[in-house]
Each structure stands twice: as C-alpha cells, then as structure tokens.
C-alpha cells in the first residue's frame, strides 16, 4: 500500500517562496502519475500541478509561472517549488499519487502567506 508524506509547509511572506516535498513508500511501482492539490480555507480543493512519470507537466492557471513541480523516480518523491507568493495561496496542499488503481493521499501541508 502506497504512503505519501508531505513536508516543507510553513508560515511565508508575501513574495517569499516555500518548496513542498512529498516522498512515496510501498508500493511505488504501480504510481504513474503525482501532483500536489490545496484547499483554502471555506473552498473546495483544486489543483496545483501534476507531474507523469515521464515529466510531462501540468498547472492550474493561476500557477502557472510561479510553481515549478519536479520529480525524482529513482527516491519516489515530487516537489514543489512555489515563489511569488501571495496571501490567497493560503491552503493546506496536499500531495497526490495514481495510476493502476492506485489512488492515494498524504495528510496534508499547512501553507500560510502572511506579513
């Protein structure tokens, strides 16, 4: 069974940057896909950026430009690099893995951009 662990979040300023990372264990041959997902405070969750096992990228619009995901097949993890940050990517940022059947979450990331 497939186990994600994210770290990395924390507390940021406005403009300031925060890299996010997520490590996979058990499993992780069956994982084609990975990507991180956020949900702000009294809102649903959306996506961030996905990542396939080839490289291939993804990000939601307001994303684009500011996050970079990347990640390593050989350690099983993805990351986030997230700069320019702004107080409305607020969120607790979620890490996501699938692929053959396999649909598996972490427990999350508290992200906070304040002055």
């Known amino acids: 069974q497939v186990q994600l662990v994210e770290s990395g979040g924390g507390l940021v300023q406005p403009g300031g940057s925060l890299r996010l990372s997520c490590s996979a264990s058990?499993?992780?041959?069956?994982?084609?896909?990975m990507g991180w997902y956020r949900r702000a405070p009294g809102k649903e969750r959306e996506l961030v950026a996905v990542i396939t096992r080839e490289g291939t990228t993804n990000y939601a619009d307001s994303m684009k430009g500011r996050f970079t995901i990347s990640r390593d097949n050989a350690k099983d993890t993805v990351s986030l690099q997230m700069t320019s940050l702004k107080p409305e990517d607020t969120a607790v940022y979620y890490c996501?893995?699938?692929?053959?059947?396999?649909?598996?979450w972490g427990q999350g990331t508290q992200v906070t951009v304040s002055s």
């Open positions: 996501n893995a699938w692929g053959n059947g396999l649909d598996t």
């Open positions: 058990g499993g992780t041959f069956l994982i084609n896909n």
